[in-house]
């Protein structure tokens, strides 16, 4: 569909693997706008096991707070626009639901080939079940009894340069056949299986695996050691997530019918729009997009782009191997109060078995932003060890897939360079104060120097990921007018404090003005009108703190307010200093918690 | 008004029960459209193949690998004995031989003529499926297993270990909120399914496996207990391969929870009953419940059930909370407002009035209730 159709009204749904989240954008005096939102939990699950049922209801609930129809009488949504209140010109979809798009993937060199294979396939928004590789030091039956274990959408297989090794692809082709790999949803299709590799064993291969699988053949992932090409790969894998994962899932044969686009991954999409952000603005930019089974981070730094999938990191269904992987006394850290740790591993224990629930109370809602912190800081620092440079490595990328390896592999996260942190997904986007959301990002990425923090307001970097696919001009007025809350800028100094002395001199100049010295372990706020420029001179008060300039260099800059304000965040850096014992941090927290002016009094 | 859609646990006293038996692989099915089954009867069988070992033996050997069929006195298909010799070369005057052994009893898979690796696999592994549940078969699903369906007493747990089971019900505890201490499990409990009230000790459900107890429904256990139970904790609720030595099924959830009352009484009525349980437990990517289905044995009905088309929560229905803080509490709907109501967590939602048994109304975000489905 083209820019050119003049799109009056379109419905736009996610479906994610706990709720289906539907956004209504309307022309409003001549500009796109997002009007009205429902959601409803996803129905890809027994007893419905059809993914149109949450659609539906989550369409029903815009349709009853905006008096639009938007679903015919048979159940299905109603396009056309045929009145300003009766259905809409175009409906779109993403959809991570059922555990979004899983793929294995296998390359010769695990930090070579396999690691395109794998840039490939996570630019492509899946999630790799495993990476194997000839010197992945697992022995070959190993290999082969995961893969049959894993049950994956499809394999991408990489391998050799153009003109390289033959022998060691054929290998791993010929584990890969002995394990007779099974789809994920069965249904009687043979496993799809990319081969992206050395293009002079296109033969064998097809020889090899055409009988026993759906193979399909595409340009080298690593044609040459200095150059990827992860366009072709990650387009067939887009075309197979539609021909055979969607086409399997419950539900999705009539989605896709219903749909005016083809349905992208939800990771997919909502790279799509980060990239966008980065480019046009010219910054470096990290995104997060925390949801109930998985998180994704997102990071452009010098125009690189990087994604990486925490597939078992989440609030909902994943929210107990939160818990797992972090410990409890990480997760404590963050919970403003006392409470038993038998008690709080209880009710996430409950909150994994009931996973669309939504606190009630105040402290369960304490409880899940602690966890989200937790989630979102082991997803950043998965991130951090994957988006790293390859040594004396140099290649193009393109707007797409845009994974490039340069300099000396150090990871490219360069959180004092970063200039616009974005949060998405439930606990992020829907959290009852933003104050509370500017305080989970900064606490589980922990920026330094100067650095905007935003949130994606109701949820909406997927459905306008995939509106961008059809009708830039709309995803792009949304997103500027209803998609992004800047919440503010986070000041915060790195490098060794001296307690008991001053750290930072503070001289705000804006509505109000602010003129002061503060100590370490701070963690103060400064209020402004929304959409105000502040004038800020942030002047190190120790030798050893840099503010982004140098160590014990000043810093004059023009800041965001946002919606929060101005945080001025002393408590330490790289890493944020929490004692560990609750007598001394739970004050401390309360402390915090309070000069944020974070959470309502509670009412009992 | 649309209905809301929060699928509930089912507690039913007399249900259509309908069991997939499916082989992992495909197979031989060994009943028939219209057989009524036993639930240990086997009902379809095949064979799992076994263990792959690539080697490569071209390299063992020293020669290219386009020439390794030269040496190799086995092909693809032939069976071989774990040290037999399946190569050899010629040597040198006879002397200087190599040879290659199988790694594995098994067969030949491949040989490649490109890496110069054998694929040896492992004799094939048998593998039975059984009834799981009395009743008549009304599907075979051809080389893959069959349905079988029949009326059944059917609770529905939250959350469960360890896979399929099957044992006489037995009740451990008296009331629904009795806490189940090791003294409640006696050796009269091997074999049996034993009904917990609302709250399971470790140190119960260790005697419960050291007695050879079969399984243990409780209303309530700690989460920090599995990882005692396990070695390991739970981070995703993927469940039912646990090797326990018996299957546990928690009907309400974490912590010290009464066991709905009705849940409680419907087990206890079918005390002396074989019970068909199964703790697997899916939460992700096609829920999956744990279960306890007690059939009755004198009606196994032949047609296809299809179950009705779920319906949603409407003014009236019975519900329970199933979060804090009112967790585990039954009532009735007393009323759907459209428009979403602030929470005192602040977060704003759409809710629902709930009239609790003693007459209270509390108002409850709609996510935080689900049906309570007879």
């Known amino acids: 569909m083209s820019e050119e159709l003049n799109i009056r009204s379109v419905l736009a749904t996610d479906c994610g693997s706990t709720t289906t989240k539907a956004i209504l954008i309307e022309k409003v005096d001549g500009e796109y706008r997002q009007t009205w939102r429902g959601e409803a939990p996803t129905t890809v699950e027994a007893p419905f096991e059809d993914v149109t049922r949450g659609v539906v209801n989550a369409a029903t609930e815009i349709q009853e707070l905006s008096g639009r129809k938007l679903v015919r009488e048979d159940g299905t949504i109603l396009t056309p626009e045929t009145s300003p209140t009766e259905g809409v010109d175009i409906y779109i979809s993403t959809s991570s639901a059922g555990g979004g798009l899983q793929l294995v993937v296998g390359g010769v060199v695990r930090s070579m080939t396999a690691e395109s294979a794998t840039r490939a396939a996570l630019g492509a928004g899946a999630i790799v079940m495993d990476t194997f590789a000839t010197n992945d030091k697992r022995k070959a039956h190993e290999q082969i009894e995961r893969i049959r274990q894993l049950r994956p959408d499809m394999i991408l297989l990489a391998g050799g340069i153009d003109g390289g090794t033959k022998k060691h692809v054929m290998a791993l082709a010929e584990r890969v056949k002995a394990a007779r790999p099974r789809t994920r949803l069965g249904g009687g299709f043979n496993l799809p299986i990319i081969f992206a590799g050395n293009q002079e064993v296109n033969a064998e291969i097809t020889a090899l695996l055409d009988e026993s699988c759906d193979l399909e053949i595409v340009d080298n992932v690593r044609p040459v050691m200095e150059h990827e090409n992860l366009g072709p790969a990650r387009d067939k894998i887009h075309d197979l997530f539609m021909e055979h994962v969607m086409a399997q899932a419950p539900g999705y044969d009539k989605l896709m019918g219903w749909s005016d686009a083809p349905i992208m991954p939800t990771p997919g999409a909502v790279g799509l729009i980060m990239q966008t952000i980065a480019e046009e603005r010219e910054i470096n930019i990290l995104g997060v997009d925390i949801g109930g089974a998985t998180t994704d981070v997102f990071s452009v730094f010098g125009g690189i782009f990087n994604r990486t999938v925490s597939a078992n990191l989440g609030m909902s269904y994943s929210v107990s191997n939160v818990l797992a992987e972090a410990g409890l006394p990480a997760i404590l850290r963050w919970v403003p109060f006392d409470i038993q740790e038998k008690e709080l591993r209880n009710r996430i224990g409950n909150k994994m078995i009931r996973p669309t629930t939504i606190p009630q109370t105040l402290d369960e809602l304490k409880i899940e932003q602690a966890i989200a912190r937790e989630a979102l800081r082991l997803a950043f620092i998965q991130h951090k060890e994957f988006a790293v440079a390859l040594k004396g490595v140099q290649q193009e990328r393109t707007i797409a897939d845009a994974f490039r390896q340069t300099g000396s592999g150090d990871s490219l996260v360069k959180m004092m360079e970063l200039d616009l942190l974005v949060g998405s997904g439930g606990v992020l986007s829907h959290a009852p104060r933003r104050v509370q959301s500017m305080r989970m990002m900064v606490d589980a990425f922990s920026p330094e120097g100067i650095t905007e923090l935003a949130v994606d307001s109701i949820f909406m970097m997927p459905h306008l990921g995939v509106l961008s696919t059809v009708n830039k001009k709309a995803a792009t007025q949304v997103f500027e007018k209803d998609c992004i809350i800047y919440l503010g800028t986070c000041i915060a100094p790195v490098g060794e404090m001296k307690s008991g002395a001053p750290v930072l001199h503070v001289q705000l100049s804006g509505s109000s003005n602010v003129d002061e010295r503060l100590g370490a372990a701070e963690l103060k706020r400064y209020a402004f009108e929304e959409s105000e420029e502040v004038q800020a001179t942030l002047t190190p008060l120790q030798k050893t703190l840099d503010i982004g300039a140098g160590p014990g260099k000043p810093v004059s800059k023009t800041l965001k307010a946002g919606v929060v304000g101005i945080v001025v965040d002393t408590r330490g850096r790289p890493e944020i200093q929490i004692p560990e014992d609750s007598e001394s941090r739970v004050p401390l927290l309360a402390g915090w918690v309070d000069d944020m002016g974070e959470y309502p009094e509670a009412k009992n | ?374």
């Open chain 2, 1 to 374: 008004m649309a209905a809301i859609f929060t699928p509930g646990l089912k507690v039913s006293e007399r249900d259509v029960v309908v069991k997939d038996r499916q082989l992992p692989l495909e197979g031989e099915v060994c009943v028939e459209v219209g057989d009524l089954v036993k639930a240990d009867q086997i009902v379809a069988r095949t064979e799992l193949p076994g263990k792959v070992f690539p080697v490569n033996i071209a390299n063992q050997l020293g020669v290219d690998a386009g020439r390794l069929r030269e040496f190799l006195n086995k092909k693809e298909g032939d069976t071989v004995e774990e040290g037999e010799i399946i190569a050899q070369t010629n040597g040198f005057m006879g002397f200087f031989k190599s040879d290659a052994k199988a790694v594995v009893s098994g067969t030949i898979e491949s040989i490649s003529a490109i890496t110069g690796q054998v694929i040896f696999q492992a004799h094939p592994i048998p593998v039975e499926v059984d009834a799981y549940i009395d009743g008549r078969v009304v599907e075979v699903l051809k080389d893959e297993g069959c349905v079988v369906q029949a009326e059944a007493c059917f609770v529905q747990g939250i959350f469960g270990l360890g896979g399929e089971t099957k044992g006489i019900i037995a009740m451990a505890a008296q009331s629904p909120d009795q806490t189940l201490t090791a003294q409640d499990i006696q050796a009269e409990h091997a074999g049996k399914v034993v009904i917990g009230g609302g709250y399971l000790t470790l140190e119960a459900l260790q005697k419960a496996i050291d007695v050879g107890a079969a399984a243990v429904v409780t209303g309530g256990f700690d989460y920090d207990e599995i990882k005692q139970l396990l070695g390991y904790e739970v981070g995703v609720a993927i469940t039912g391969g646990e090797q326990l030595g018996l299957t546990l099924i928690v009907t309400e959830g974490f912590g010290d929870i009464q066991m709905a009352p009705a849940t409680f009484e419907l087990l206890k009525s079918k005390v002396g009953s074989p019970a068909s349980v199964n703790g697997a437990t899916q939460i992700r990517a096609g829920v999956m419940r744990p279960e306890v289905v007690v059939t009755f044995s004198e009606s196994a009905p032949a047609d296809r059930y299809t179950p009705p088309e779920p319906v949603g929560i409407g003014i009236g229905d019975p519900v329970r909370g199933i979060r804090a803080p009112y967790f585990g509490k039954l009532g009735k709907v007393k009323s759907l407002p459209v428009e979403p109501t602030v929470l005192e967590s602040g977060s704003k939602a759409r809710v629902m009035e709930i009239e609790f048994e003693n007459g209270h109304t509390v108002v409850v975000p709609r996510a935080n209730v689900e049906a309570i489905k007879k």
